[in-house]
């Protein structure tokens, strides 16, 4: 006689449904009759883009980075848009649960950082970014990023 698992008997009785929710994103952009609020996450999402190219701009030839885009990944959470990092430049882009997008940013000695805190202080990146203090713990996070999103390495 097999003997059965609790997990396997609670998911024979009461299986999962493998559909997942809908990213934040999505909703956001079907709520096009807030007009203001669409207008604010386009602008926010094509500036983060911009930044992106700047810090590109800036990277020495043979820098490694990571950059994923999470808009059509249903793999990762439903909040998360698009990451970058460098190993001293973070920057991520999530559509929190208000539909508002919005920007973690994280510096690490980093040789462009008044070039990109320039760029932030227009609308609407003044009021769409937060800055995290990781620089105790950013070459580790760096590190580890190289080593679990393997998929996702590039050099510039």
């Not at 698992?5 to 079907?30: C, D």
């Not at 190219?53 to 793999?75: C, I, V, W």
């Not at 929190?96 to 980093?110: G, M, R």
């Not at 760096?142 to 679990?148: D, R, S, W, Y």
């Amino acid at each position: 006689m097999k003997e059965l698992k609790i997990g396997e008997i609670i998911q024979q009785h009461f299986p999962l449904s493998p559909r997942r929710g809908t990213k934040r994103w999505v909703t956001a952009e079907r709520r096009k009759n807030y007009n203001p609020h669409h207008i604010q996450n386009v602008a926010t999402e094509t500036d983060y883009h911009r930044v992106i190219n700047l810090a590109k701009s800036f990277m020495q030839p043979g820098e490694t980075y990571f950059e994923r885009d999470y808009k059509h990944d249903q793999s990762e959470g439903l909040f998360g848009m698009h990451c970058f990092m460098t190993s001293t430049f973070y920057w991520r882009l999530d559509c929190k649960f208000t539909y508002d997008y919005c920007i973690t940013l994280a510096f690490n000695n980093c040789p462009y950082e008044d070039a990109i805190r320039e760029y932030l202080r227009a609308y609407p990146l003044d009021r769409a970014v937060l800055e995290l203090d990781l620089k105790a713990e950013f070459d580790d996070k760096f590190k580890a990023t190289l080593n679990i999103q393997q998929g996702y390495i590039h050099i510039h």
